[in-house]
C-alpha cells in the first residue's frame, strides 16, 4: 500500500519543486516531504497532477505503456465542428508522429473555477469546450492537436488521470489517499483496475485537520 497525492495544480505553476527563475513550484503547495510528482502538466495548464512517494508507483503513472488514459476539459478558439472531432477520434500528424486515437466530444462549459488571469478571448469570437482522453504524453500534445485541426487551444484543465479525478478539490489544494499496488502488473490486465484506491481527503486542510485529530 502506497500513499498518493491528487494535486489540484493551478495555472502558471512549475510541475517540480525548485526553480531558478522565481516562478511558482509544488513546494508552494505541497509541504509533506518525500512526494514526487508521477509524470508532468504544464506551466500554462491546470488541474489533476498526482505525486507519488513510492517510486514504483510513480513510475507505472508515468510510463504510457501502462495506459492510463488522462482526461482533459479544453476551451478552443471557435465552434469545434464535427468533422474536427472526427479528426481527433482519428489520431493527427504531428511533427514528432501520428498521435494514437483519441477520446473527443464536445461538452458543455464545466463547472470549473474561474482562472486567474482569465483567458484572452477576441471580442465577439464564440469559444467552445470539448473532453479529451488521451494514453500518450507528448510534449503539449492537447494544444497542438487541437490547433492542428483548426480549433486552438485557450484554456486546458487536466480532470481525470485513470481512476483518479480532482472532484471536489480546490486549485492549490490536494486529497490524499492510499492505493494497494498490484505485486506485478505484467502478469495483470492492464486496465483502470489495476489501481484501488480508497476516497481521497478533499483537501490539503482536511488532511491536516485529520492528522491532528489522530495524534491528539
Known amino acids: 500500500m502506497a500513499s498518493i497525492l491528487l494535486l489540484n495544480k493551478p495555472f502558471q505553476v512549475l510541475s517540480q519543486f525548485t526553480d531558478s527563475e522565481g516562478r511558482r513550484t509544488l513546494a508552494d503547495y505541497v509541504k509533506m516531504k518525500g512526494f514526487y510528482p508521477a509524470g508532468?502538466?504544464?506551466y500554462d495548464s491546470e488541474g489533476l497532477l498526482l505525486l507519488c512517494e513510492d517510486g514504483r508507483l510513480q513510475a507505472r503513472i508515468a510510463d504510457p505503456k501502462h495506459k492510463l488514459i488522462k482526461y482533459y476539459w479544453v476551451q478552443v478558439e471557435g465552434e469545434?465542428?464535427?468533422n474536427s472531432l472526427d479528426e481527433l477520434r482519428q489520431g493527427v500528424a504531428l511533427?514528432?508522429?501520428?498521435t494514437?486515437?483519441?477520446e473527443a466530444a464536445r461538452i458543455n462549459a464545466p463547472n470549473a473555477w474561474e482562472r486567474?488571469?482569465?483567458i484572452r478571448q477576441r471580442q465577439n469570437s464564440p469559444t467552445s469546450w470539448i473532453n479529451i482522453g488521451i494514453s500518450e504524453g507528448k510534449n503539449r500534445q492537447i494544444r497542438r492537436m487541437t490547433a492542428h485541426v483548426g480549433f486552438p487551444t485557450l484554456?486546458?484543465?487536466r480532470h481525470k488521470i485513470g481512476p483518479w479525478t480532482?472532484?471536489?478539490?480546490a486549485p492549490g489544494n490536494y486529497g490524499e489517499s492510499q492505493v494497494f499496488l498490484p505485486e506485478n502488473t505484467?502478469?495483470?490486465k492492464q486496465n483502470k483496475n489495476q489501481y484501488r484506491s480508497k476516497k481521497p481527503s478533499s483537501s490539503r486542510n482536511e488532511t491536516k485537520r485529520s492528522k491532528r485529530k489522530n495524534t491528539s
Open 80 to 82: 469545434i465542428s464535427d
Open 40 to 42: 508532468r502538466l504544464d
Open 186 to 188: 505484467s502478469k495483470n
Open 100 to 102: 494514437a486515437p483519441a
Open 166 to 169: 480532482i472532484n471536489n478539490i
Open 155 to 157: 484554456r486546458l484543465i
Open 95 to 98: 511533427k514528432d508522429g501520428i
Open 116 to 118: 486567474v488571469p482569465p
